[in-house]
């Protein structure tokens, strides 16, 4: 795999794991029928089908993260 290509699967996968986490977080470790929707909703890989590639993606993908969670 190109290093390019896994720098951005890295963060896509992180995209998804913070949405999963809040979910979590948000719900005291239970899923609840509402689950998907938040998930695919807060995670931009899910949702807009945003593929980062910027090498300074990660903080700015925690920002945008934060931000939609807030």
Request: with cysteine; proline share 1%.
């Amino acid at each position: 795999m190109e290093k390019g290509m896994r720098h951005t699967m890295l963060l896509g996968l992180a995209d998804v794991l913070f949405a999963y986490a809040y979910d979590l977080r948000i719900n005291q470790g239970e899923h609840c029928v509402e689950s998907a929707w938040t998930i695919s909703k807060l995670s931009a890989t899910l949702s807009w089908f945003e593929v980062s590639t910027l090498v300074a993606a990660l903080p700015e993908s925690l920002e945008v993260f934060v931000r939609a969670g807030v």
